[in-house]
């Protein structure tokens, strides 16, 4: 069974940086996993932010940026607003067409 | 604009079958997946499989394999999620989103919430 394993949770000051990061039990995240992350607030359906670990949709802010970092994928918010917080979940594919979503990341703006 | 609507919210005994539905507009139905995602309650994200709606090959995660059906009728732009049996353990939230090859998933649904109580 795939795990894909994301901090339960992180807090961060307004205005502030903080990097959310995503690990297969597989071994090294490289983007052949084509890391994706999406933003879900409470009582809303997700929403798509990074595509291929670094590419933004057209309605993505420019301060979230995705990376690999470390054998992980990575999802840096920079100047980070009140309107951020939010459960963040990164999904990885695997090859065959099978996908597998991170358990997710609580982001509270402190 | 970009669109997809599932139908209403659904309640159901235990044993019942049903389908729910994700209606895409906006786009080229045909050129996209659909994927069908569940989210139960006050918990996350788990992908469940997926359909091509230009021939209708399907995948499916092991975890969902046998236990739902993803179907699609590219006539009317629509993706269906079924059960042919439901379980107190399938009440959840659904989620249809649109897909591009291995690289993304862009567009979702607004959510389809399943409940199934005896």
């Known amino acids: 069974q795939t795990v894909v394993t994301q901090e339960p949770s992180l807090t961060v000051s307004p205005g502030g940086t903080v990097t959310l990061t995503c690990a297969s039990s597989?071994?090294?995240?490289?983007?052949?996993?084509?890391p994706n992350w999406f933003q879900q607030k409470p009582g809303q359906a997700p929403r798509a932010l990074i595509y291929?670990?670094?590419n933004k949709h057209s309605w993505t802010p420019a301060r979230f940026s995705g990376s690999l970092l470390g054998g992980k994928a990575a999802l840096t918010l920079s100047g980070v607003q009140p309107e951020d917080e939010a459960e963040y979940y990164c999904l990885l594919y695997y090859g065959g067409a099978l996908w597998v979503f991170g358990g997710g990341t609580k982001l509270t703006v402190l | 604009e970009v669109q997809l609507v599932q139908s209403g919210a659904e309640v159901k005994k235990p044993g019942e079958s049903l389908r729910i539905s994700c209606k895409g507009s906006?786009?080229?139905?045909?050129?996209?997946?659909i994927s069908w995602v569940r989210q139960m309650p006050g918990k996350g994200l788990e992908w469940m499989g997926r359909i091509d709606p230009s021939d209708s090959y399907t995948n499916y995660s092991p975890s969902f394999q046998g236990h739902v059906t993803i179907s699609a009728d590219k006539s009317i732009s629509t993706a269906y999620l079924q059960w042919s049996s439901l379980k107190a353990s399938d009440t959840a939230m659904y989620y249809c989103?649109?897909?591009?090859?291995?690289?993304?998933?862009?567009?979702w649904g607004q959510g389809t919430l399943v409940t199934v109580s005896s």
């Open positions: 906006g786009y080229s139905f045909t050129s996209y997946w």
């Open positions: 291929s670990t670094s």
């Open positions: 597989t071994g090294a995240v490289t983007s052949g996993y084509y």
């Open positions: 989103a649109r897909g591009y090859g291995e690289s993304y998933i862009d567009y």
